[in-house]
């Protein structure tokens, strides 16, 4: 048996790791491939729509596809009948971490196992419940932090952050770390850097505390999931590599205010994984990168949209609408409204209220058991000098913005990344794995590292081949 540590890296693909040790041969990530080995990872599956990380990394984590497990959305119901692999190493006796591990919400469903030694769930969690209840004051920081994000970070901390940080220090939050996340706030609040920037410190901040949790509980498996990568390709792969374009879609100028930003991600991606080896080689540990699918240029990219509606109030939102429910709003990645409903019944007539009543502005709308998904987009009429003058357009309504629980944010960039099927799997201690392999099989092959038999529906692992000590 081995003991690990995964390091879920959101979209990451393997344009990104080959360009990435060229710049940075010196860097964690090209140090990690030094170690071990590396190699592409393809999920093939048959999908109501393009891909989505919710859905790839519950068919990565469970090793099923998504006619199976459901799961497409992040508030979809989590199916029992085919566990994620850390909870199935927690079944099989193994002791298990987790921080920030997408799927690891709620608590109380996902973590009920008391061989989950720790965690701290995903951004999209309804509640700041954790365990240990001391990481407690971390989740409320983040979940601020990642609900006041959807599009523009914020850099004004509230006194519930301060003092979350204060708290967050006895939790493993180091002085280096300290240091930079005033440094990086500094720097966004003069305007030197744009605000994006704020994740990777989400994402510093949090490893810091993973590796401190892993000290303290030592466990055999310990998971944590980043997207601030992720969100750096999705808005400037055209800063970085504007060639995979017929035409640039941005000017030159925007290319250079931008170009450092994708860099920058790497950069903090390549401390994190400075700072998981040197643990890793200190506890005796195997350390595992993985992405469950990746990105590439969106050469459809359309760049005339000015403005967005965000939806901050979900139950404002509703009334709106005119539509009672009193059902709890779940959070989602803008532009999304999740609905957890009592009923498949009550979700199937919500469902047509939403349809009726949002018109044109629901792009698509997904039902799963009792959880409704509305993807919009809400015209927005006026844009306005301040949140008190926006007015946006709900069916044939002009309504004020503000009073239907929306803002209206401006669009300074736009998703030059598209999600796709390939992402990477890289390993610091074992060789041997091919060019290419069945995303769906890694589960099953990390629950071998660890010693524990595939289960039942996991498919035999055939291209993942262990030739290492």
Same mark, same amino acid.
Not at 37 to 42: G, K, S
Not at 45 to 54: A, F, M
Not at 114 to 119: A, G, H, M, Q
Not at 161 to 168: C, F, H, M, P, T
């Given at each position: 048996?081995?003991?690990?540590?995964?390091?879920?890296?959101?979209?990451?693909? &393997?344009?990104?790791?080959?360009?990435?040790?060229?710049?940075?041969?010196?860097?964690?990530?090209?140090?990690?491939?030094? &170690?071990?080995?590396?190699?592409?990872?393809?999920?093939?599956?048959?999908?109501?729509?393009?891909?989505?990380?919710?859905?790839?990394?519950?068919?990565?984590?469970?090793?099923?596809?998504?006619?199976?497990?459901?799961?497409?959305?992040?508030?979809?119901?989590? @199916?029992?009948?085919?566990? +994620?692999?850390?909870?199935? *190493?927690?079944?099989?006796?193994?002791?298990?971490?987790?921080?920030?591990?997408?799927?690891?919400?709620?608590?109380?469903?996902?973590?009920?196992?008391?061989?989950?030694?720790?965690?701290? @769930?995903?951004?999209?969690?309804?509640?700041?419940?954790?365990?240990?209840?001391?990481?407690?004051?971390?989740?409320?920081?983040?979940?601020?932090?990642?609900? &006041?994000?959807?599009?523009?970070?914020? %850099?004004?901390?509230?006194?519930?952050?301060?003092?979350?940080?204060?708290?967050?220090?006895?939790?493993?939050?180091?002085?280096?770390?300290?240091?930079?996340?005033?440094?990086?706030?500094?720097?966004?609040?003069?305007?030197?850097?744009?605000?994006?920037?704020?994740?990777?410190?989400?994402?510093?901040?949090?490893?810091?505390?993973?590796?401190?949790?892993?000290?303290? +509980?030592?466990?055999?498996?310990?998971?944590?999931?980043?997207?601030?990568?992720? *969100?750096?390709?999705?808005?400037?792969?055209?800063?970085?590599?504007?060639?995979?374009?017929?035409?640039?879609?941005?000017?030159?100028?925007?290319?250079?205010?931008?170009?450092?930003?994708?860099?920058?991600?790497?950069?903090?991606?390549?401390?994190?994984?400075?700072?998981?080896?040197?643990?890793?080689?200190?506890?005796?540990?195997?350390?595992?990168? %993985?992405?469950?699918?990746?990105?590439?240029?969106? %050469?459809?990219?359309?760049?005339?949209?000015?403005?967005?509606?965000?939806?901050?109030?979900?139950?404002? +939102?509703?009334?709106?609408?005119?539509?009672?429910?009193?059902?709890?709003?779940?959070?989602?990645?803008?532009?999304?409204?999740?609905?957890?409903?009592?009923?498949?019944?009550?979700?199937?007539?919500?469902?047509?209220?939403?349809?009726?009543?949002?018109?044109?502005?629901?792009?698509?709308?997904?039902? $799963?058991?009792?959880?409704?998904?509305?993807?919009?987009?809400?015209?927005?009429?006026?844009?306005?000098?301040?949140? $008190?003058?926006?007015?946006?357009?709900?069916?044939?309504?002009?309504?004020?913005?503000?009073?239907?629980?929306?803002?209206?944010?401006?669009?300074?960039?736009?998703?030059?990344?598209?999600?796709?099927?390939?992402?990477?799997?890289?390993?610091?201690?074992?060789?041997?794995?091919?060019?290419?392999?069945? *995303?769906?099989? +890694?589960?099953?092959?990390?629950?071998?590292?660890?010693?524990?038999?595939?289960?039942?529906?996991?498919?035999?692992?055939?291209?993942?081949?262990?030739?290492? $000590?």
């Amino acid at each position: 048996m081995r003991r690990l540590i995964v390091l879920e890296i959101n979209e990451l693909p &393997r344009r990104v790791v080959d360009w990435w040790i060229e710049q940075a041969p010196d860097g964690g990530l090209a140090r990690l491939l030094d &170690r071990g080995t590396f190699t592409e990872t393809v999920l093939d599956e048959e999908l109501p729509r393009d891909l989505y990380p919710s859905q790839s990394w519950a068919s990565v984590g469970t090793g099923v596809p998504w006619v199976d497990h459901g799961v497409f959305w992040y508030g979809d119901p989590k @199916p029992a009948r085919y566990p +994620f692999y850390w909870q199935a *190493a927690a079944a099989a006796g193994r002791s298990v971490g987790l921080v920030g591990v997408l799927h690891s919400s709620p608590l109380e469903l996902q973590a009920a196992d008391p061989n989950i030694r720790f965690l701290v @769930p995903d951004a999209f969690a309804g509640d700041a419940d954790t365990r240990p209840d001391d990481l407690r004051p971390l989740q409320e920081l983040n979940l601020r932090a990642s609900r &006041r994000s959807a599009r523009v970070a914020s %850099v004004r901390p509230s006194f519930a952050d301060a003092a979350a940080l204060r708290s967050v220090r006895t939790a493993g939050l180091t002085p280096s770390t300290a240091s930079r996340l005033a440094g990086l706030a500094g720097s966004v609040a003069v305007g030197r850097v744009g605000r994006e920037r704020l994740r990777a410190g989400q994402t510093m901040l949090l490893g810091d505390v993973f590796r401190a949790q892993i000290r303290r +509980f030592d466990p055999d498996l310990a998971v944590t999931f980043t997207n601030h990568v992720a *969100a750096a390709m999705h808005r400037y792969w055209a800063a970085t590599f504007p060639e995979d374009y017929p035409e640039p879609p941005y000017d030159e100028a925007w290319r250079e205010r931008h170009r450092d930003e994708l860099p920058f991600a790497m950069r903090m991606l390549d401390r994190e994984i400075d700072l998981t080896l040197e643990l890793a080689d200190a506890t005796d540990r195997e350390v595992v990168l %993985v992405s469950s699918m990746g990105q590439k240029a969106d %050469v459809e990219l359309r760049t005339d949209q000015t403005h967005q509606a965000v939806v901050r109030d979900g139950a404002a +939102f509703l009334r709106a609408l005119g539509i009672e429910d009193t059902s709890p709003v779940n959070a989602a990645m803008v532009p999304q409204l999740t609905v957890t409903t009592d009923s498949s019944d009550d979700a199937d007539r919500l469902e047509s209220a939403l349809r009726e009543r949002l018109g044109p502005s629901a792009k698509e709308i997904m039902v $799963s058991d009792h959880v409704v998904t509305a993807t919009y987009d809400i015209e927005v009429i006026a844009d306005g000098a301040a949140e $008190s003058t926006a007015r946006i357009l709900l069916g044939r309504r002009s309504v004020d913005a503000f009073d239907a629980g929306v803002t209206v944010e401006p669009i300074t960039d736009h998703r030059s990344g598209r999600h796709s099927p390939f992402g990477v799997l890289v390993t610091d201690r074992s060789t041997g794995l091919a060019d290419r392999v069945d *995303a769906f099989e +890694f589960a099953p092959w990390l629950l071998g590292r660890l010693g524990v038999e595939p289960l039942a529906h996991h498919r035999p692992v055939t291209n993942v081949v262990e030739l290492g $000590s």
